[in-house]
């Protein structure tokens, strides 16, 4: 059974920069893997903020940013703002479909 | 407006059936993979299944394979997943996504006695 792994939580200062970070079971992330990024927030649908690795939405704040590091996936938040407290998921394509990491908590504190 | 409005969820019990439905709107509806994605209370996401543009291709999670069935009517724009003998843990919000980049508000699907 295949599982892609995020770090359960993570905090950050207002203005401060994390990196989050996804990893599959099966070897290292690549391209290929079409990473897509998510961040949700209580009671809400999730709102992707990352395609096809780095490719950002219309609607994706600048400070976000997608990348391939060391094997994994990775989200950048640079200059992160109180709003960005929230979960965030990844999502990886596989030969027989999709699968999401467990999530992000990310705290701004 | 793109939009997904996803209806049909409601209380079942084990063993029982439930159809979902996804009604779409401001986009062509026939032109894009579409998908099931659930989320457990107080868990995380699950993809469930998708269905390719002209529903020539189908791919679900083992959990829920020979259980649950996605299919399309192009036609109607809209998106369904039907399913069977459902288990206590297939409760969760049910929301159907286009290529992941629109997403509905969910349908809320119970299974208990």
């Known amino acids: 059974q295949t599982v892609v792994t995020q770090e359960p939580s993570l905090t950050v200062s207002p203005g401060g920069t994390v990196t989050l970070t996804c990893a599959s079971s099966t070897g290292a992330v690549t391209s290929g893997f079409h990473p897509n990024w998510f961040q949700q927030k209580p009671g809400q649908a999730p709102k992707p903020l990352i395609y096809h690795t780095n490719n950002k939405y219309s609607w994706t704040p600048a400070r976000f940013s997608g990348s391939l590091l060391g094997g994994k996936a990775a989200l950048t938040m640079s200059g992160v703002q109180p709003e960005d407290e929230a979960e965030y998921y990844c999502?990886?394509?596989?030969?027989?479909?999709?699968?999401f990491g467990g999530g992000t908590k990310l705290t701004v504190l | 407006e793109v939009q997904l409005v996803e209806s049909g969820g409601g209380l079942v019990q084990p063993g029982g059936s439930l159809r979902l439905s996804c009604a779409a709107s401001?986009?062509?509806?026939?032109?894009?993979?579409m998908s099931w994605v659930r989320q457990a209370p107080g868990k995380g996401l699950e993809w469930v299944a998708n269905i390719k543009e002209d529903g020539t291709a189908k791919y679900y999670v083992d959990s829920v394979k020979g259980r649950f069935t996605i299919s399309r009517d192009n036609a109607k724009n809209s998106l369904y997943l039907q399913m069977n003998s459902l288990r206590a843990e297939d409760t969760a919000v049910y929301y159907c996504?286009?290529?992941?980049?629109?997403w509905g508000q969910g349908t809320m699907v119970t299974v208990s006695s």
């Open positions: 996504a286009k290529d992941f980049d629109i």
């Open positions: 401001g986009f062509t509806f026939s032109s894009y993979w």
């Open positions: 999502l990886l394509h596989y030969d027989v479909g999709w699968v």
